[in-house]
């Protein structure tokens, strides 16, 4: 990618001797007064604009992704890619058991808290009689309560067993059409509704074996707790345990409150990904969907940090694409300010290029972008063969050759502009000046030449 400067001609004749210099003997080469003959430039002003070329691909300028809060697994899309989309609408809806999980993990913890709370009220309590026979009644009915889950366990082991019984057998009926297939699904529904209850009902067994043991442990704290000279320590390990406790209890109260059973559009658009299918496990993070705005696209160019000088927000840009004869413009409305490596490890700064609206341009199309960085309207303009370079001072200065009415040459050091092919616009001269077109290392500053115009051959310098 390189930058290109075109020049258009502002009513000044081009450079009066363009082409290679010729220098030529007189026609009497042995005699003292001997001219060297050099072809001349006269100095022009013309029209110099400065571009950059390079190549961009259209894509959405608020193009955003959207990512998973927690994990869950995907129950349905409600809305299909190219679909538009409202704020608020639900991209994707999640099975609501992992929610349901946290549920019953927080109702166990809240019984933990209850556990751990009463342990410590029994140690910084002092301990009588009826305190004793509290316990023992709590002890005594938690431990019915336990008997009567685990018989609710069993009778639940016993339906859910008669239930795949009779599944086994709908299944049967069902592939030979004795049975609907709503008949079919209720045989089902049963066994899932029996194999839920028998996990809540284990859940609920394990939580009340687990008050049962602090309900002994407080118990015999109590017994003991008045010729136990470690109360104190016990008293502050049981604090430990229900600061522990109540951070389990915050913990998946945030869990629940932050769970999310669908992800929702951002913004106002159109969906343009979807990154998950029904029925998929989706990990916290994951991204699960893209939504933009098709009425807003831009360009998106890399331009190598060589090019960067002179571009700016605001400047024209010709847009071309293969997908349309029309030429459109656009505009440099946006430059980023840190340079990133390309595929081939050049620096390359993200530029982003506004489109026409209505445009027939489509998100991921390519596109030619010619970007105006400069016109200079009256440019001094030479030949590039004229000028010569050199060191001063370790640094690299031009220098031409201009001939002065006499035919005597000048040595002039200039600033170099711009460059276009054969033609360079310069600082340090003068329009109508003349300079030697193709200069020689033997040619030094008040040396006199026989000038020659391209356009008419002066006589000799005498």
């Known amino acids: 990618m390189k930058k290109k400067i075109a020049i258009i001609i502002a009513g000044v004749v081009i450079l009066g001797g363009a082409g290679i210099g010729v220098v030529t003997a007189m026609n009497k080469p ?23 070329e390079a190549k961009g691909t259209v894509a959405f300028r608020d193009k955003v992704s959207v990512y998973a809060k927690n994990t869950g697994k995907v129950s349905n899309r409600p809305i299909k890619e190219g679909d538009s989309v409202n704020q608020g609408d639900v991209l994707v809806n999640y ?17 933990s808290l209850k556990s751990a709370n009463l342990a410590l009220e029994g140690l910084m309590l002092p301990t009588d009689d009826s305190q004793i026979k509290q316990l023992e009644a709590q002890i005594s009915q938690t431990e019915k309560t336990i008997l009567d889950l685990e018989n609710n366990l069993t009778q639940l082991d016993t339906d859910i067993s008669k239930a795949q019984t009779d599944l086994d057998g709908a299944n049967i009926l069902y592939s030979q059409g004795a049975i609907s297939k709503t008949e079919y699904d209720g045989f089902e529904t049963k066994l899932t509704n029996l ?50 406790a109540q951070l389990r209890v915050n913990q998946l109260t945030e869990d629940i409150n932050d769970f999310e059973t669908a992800t929702l559009s951002p913004i106002t658009g159109t969906l343009i990904k979807l990154h998950v299918t029904d029925g998929e496990a989706v990990t916290e993070g994951k991204m699960v969907a893209e939504v933009g ?170």
Not at 203 to 208: I, R, W
């Open 95 to 111: 099975d609501k058991s992992a929610l349901e999980t946290l549920q019953r993990q927080l109702e166990d913890a809240k019984l």
């Open 195 to 244: 194999e839920n209850q028998k996990i809540s009902a284990q859940n609920s067994l394990d939580s009340t074996k687990k008050q049962l043991e602090a309900n002994k442990s407080q118990y015999e704290s109590a017994k003991n707790k008045n010729q136990d000279p470690n109360t104190k320590n016990k008293i502050d390990s049981q604090k430990v345990m229900v600061q522990q």
């Open 293 to 462: 705005n098709l009425n807003d696209l831009v360009i998106e160019t890399y331009i190598p940090e060589y090019d960067m000088d002179g571009l700016a927000v605001g400047q024209e840009v010709l847009i071309e694409s293969d997908t349309t004869e029309e030429q459109l413009k656009g505009q440099v409305t946006k430059i980023y300010p840190v340079a990133e490596l390309s595929k081939d490890n050049k620096n390359v700064v993200k530029v982003e290029v506004s489109i026409p609206a209505n445009s027939p341009l489509k998100a991921g199309y390519s596109a030619d972008l010619t970007i105006t960085t400069k016109v200079d309207e009256n440019a001094l303009v030479i030949p590039i063969m004229s000028y010569m370079s050199e060191k001063v001072d370790g640094k690299s200065s031009e220098y031409v050759f201009v001939v002065k009415e006499d035919g005597t040459l000048e040595k002039r050091n200039i600033k170099i502009k711009t460059i276009k092919n054969s033609l360079a616009s310069v600082e340090g001269l003068n329009e109508g000046e003349k300079v030697v077109s193709t200069p020689t290392e033997d040619m030094i500053d008040g040396m006199k030449i026989n000038p020659l115009d391209k356009s008419q051959q002066q006589a000799p310098v005498k």
């Open 30 to 52: 042995k005699q003292e007064n001997m001219l060297v003959t050099a072809e001349v430039d006269k100095v022009t002003t013309q029209t110099m604009v400065t571009t950059i």
